[in-house]
């Protein structure tokens, strides 16, 4: 039986179970697409527990998971070969967390992350600089792989230059973290 089938019967009879799952309880601040086609999408994810823990933050130290995933968009499956959707490795990302009631401001550098619901992406526990129901201004940094951390063919270089992308910075402001920060895994 397909999930479709599967979840049509389960509709009409009316055994709909709530989500609950860290991906419902997510905020999606938003996404970005630099070219040659890269697309990020910014979100606070309920807090967790990631190792190694000498390099994170513990989770009940943590107030959300900022995540950003990076992949290729379809135009750039097309154009530059890459998969749909695939993970850009190599990227060097960090975020700014600033209260914007009290101007006190966390800056961490989001890294390499794995789990079953994104697969790759990059992310960070945080400890917000207040109070979980405070405004914040959340400003992430995106730069390309370094020289040598990604070589280059000739034909990438001819097309699009010696950088994956060129460094891009967005700023998100009056998020409202409260319910993210709230929100627990199972």
């Known amino acids: 039986m397909t999930l479709l089938r599967s979840t049509l019967l389960l509709l009409a009879f009316g055994l709909v179970v709530p989500v ?6 997510e905020k999606v601040f938003g996404e970005e697409v630099v070219e040659p086609g890269v ?10 527990a990631v190792r190694p823990e000498a390099q994170h933050l513990a989770e009940d130290q943590t107030d959300i ?8 968009t379809e135009a750039a499956s097309e154009a530059v070969g890459a998969p749909e959707g695939g993970f850009v490795p190599y990227v060097h990302m960090f975020a700014r967390v600033t209260n914007e009631r009290t101007g006190q401001t966390q800056k961490v550098s989001l890294v390499p992350h794995i789990n079953l619901s994104d697969n790759a992406h990059y992310a960070r526990n945080v400890a917000l600089p207040g109070a979980p129901d405070d405004p914040y201004t959340v400003r992430f940094s995106v730069h390309p792989p370094e020289q040598f951390e990604l070589a280059t063919h000739r034909d990438w270089r001819q097309e699009h ?9 967005v700023t998100y ?12 895994r199972n």
């Not at 609950?20 to 309880?25: L, R």
């Not at 998971?65 to 290729?72: C, F, I, P, R, Y």
């Open 20 to 25: 609950t799952s860290a991906h419902a309880q």
């Open 39 to 48: 697309k990020f999408t910014f979100i606070a994810a309920p807090k967790d």
């Open 65 to 72: 998971h900022l995540e950003v995933l990076a992949g290729w």
């Open 161 to 169: 230059g010696d950088a994956l992308f060129a460094p891009t910075s």
């Open 173 to 184: 402001e009056g998020l409202q973290l409260t319910d993210v920060a709230q929100a627990t």
